[in-house]
């Protein structure tokens, strides 16, 4: 039953209950024209639903179509923005390389002047200070192991 069929339906009952009331069978007739005027505002309120409807999936379609872009947007800048990071931690593991060799040179270096200092000291003096350059000589080492295993790090992070 549709909603034009309620309608003419309560109609009916309407005007039958007037017409027993007041013993006119015609007293009711004026029902009619309420029940066309409630089926044109049904029938516009079935336009307007459909409308809206409408709308809202156009307007679905807008929003997934923004938020597609959105997300190719934030794809682009997050590619570029790791792109960046890793020219940065590239840099920065050359610039740490740099100096670790820069103070290793520098450390064997002095190194090596103390020993030739040492050289004319006792024997034991003289292993005494060649044991101090061999630790010397290791802690840098384990200090360019540690400076080139966080660049490489950095690089794998980025």
Same mark, same amino acid.
């Not at 040179?105 to 060649?130: I, M, N, P, S």
């Given at each position: 039953?549709?909603?034009?069929?309620? %309608?003419?339906?309560?109609?009916?009952?309407?005007?039958?209950? %007037?017409?027993? %009331?007041?013993?006119? !069978?015609? =007293?009711?007739?004026? #029902?009619?024209?309420?029940?066309?005027?409630?089926?044109?505002?049904?029938?516009?309120? !079935?336009? @307007?639903?459909?409308?809206?409807? !409408?709308?809202?999936?156009?307007?679905?379609?807008?929003?997934?179509?923004?938020? &597609?872009?959105?997300?190719?947007?934030?794809?682009?800048?997050?590619?570029? @923005?790791?792109?960046?990071?890793?020219?940065?931690?590239?840099?920065?593991?050359?610039? =740490?390389?740099? *100096?670790?060799?820069? #103070?290793?040179?520098?450390?064997?270096? *002095?190194?090596?002047? #103390?020993?030739?200092?040492?050289?004319?000291?006792?024997?034991?003096?003289?292993?005494? =200070?060649?044991?101090?350059?061999?630790?010397?000589?290791?802690?840098?080492?384990?200090?360019? &192991?540690?400076? !080139?295993?966080a660049a490489a790090k950095a690089a794998d992070e980025a």
């Open positions: 039953m549709g909603i034009e069929d309620i %309608i003419d339906n309560a109609v009916s009952a309407a005007k039958k209950a %007037i017409g027993d %009331i007041t013993h006119n !069978e015609h =007293a009711g007739d004026f #029902l009619d024209g309420v029940g066309e005027t409630a089926k044109n505002v049904s029938d516009s309120v !079935e336009q @307007f639903a459909g409308d809206a409807a !409408e709308n809202v999936k156009h307007f679905a379609g807008d929003a997934q179509e923004k938020a &597609t872009g959105l997300i190719g947007d934030v794809q682009e800048k997050a590619t570029e @923005f790791a792109g960046v990071a890793q020219e940065k931690a590239t840099e920065f593991a050359g610039v =740490a390389q740099e *100096k670790a060799t820069g #103070l290793i040179g520098d450390v064997q270096e *002095k190194a090596t002047g #103390l020993v030739g200092q040492l050289k004319g000291d006792a024997a034991d003096t003289e292993d005494a =200070a060649a044991a101090t350059v061999d630790e010397a000589a290791a802690t840098v080492d384990d200090a360019a &192991t540690k400076v !080139e295993d």
